[in-house]
Nanobody, 123 residues
């Protein structure tokens, strides 16, 4: 059973930076798609970035392109989300999720989820 634990959230002012971490344990596949999602109050869960752990394929939703960077450390079994130039609209609970293989779909198709870390950006 894969377990995911997010960390690194917090409160920052607009223009600031945070780095989120998603530490994985119990992995049974050689390759995973790991995704970062976020959900603001009253809004649907949004997929914002994905990475394949044994490759270089990444995806970013338009609203974070050029500001967020997803990366993986396969030795530490950790996926990072570097968030720069944060905006108040980035305020949300951020979750990482994983599934075996190289396909990175939308929210319902990830069997493994972390509990989330809160990011709050003030203006």
């Amino acid at each position: 059973q894969v377990q995911l634990v997010e960390s690194g959230g917090g409160s920052v002012q607009a223009g600031g930076s945070l780095r989120l971490s998603c530490a994985a344990s119990g992995a049974t596949y050689n390759t995973y798609c790991v995704a970062w999602f976020r959900q603001a109050p009253g809004k649907e869960r949004e997929r914002i970035a994905t990475i394949v752990t044994r490759g270089i394929n990444t995806f970013y939703t338009d609203s974070v392109k050029g500001r967020f960077t997803i990366s993986v450390d396969n030795v530490k079994n950790t996926v990072y989300l570097q968030m720069n130039s944060l905006k108040p609209e980035d305020t949300a609970m951020y979750y990482c999720a994983a599934r075996g293989g190289t396909y990175c779909p939308g929210p319902p198709d990830y069997p493994y989820w972390g509990r989330g870390t809160q990011v709050t950006v003030s203006s």
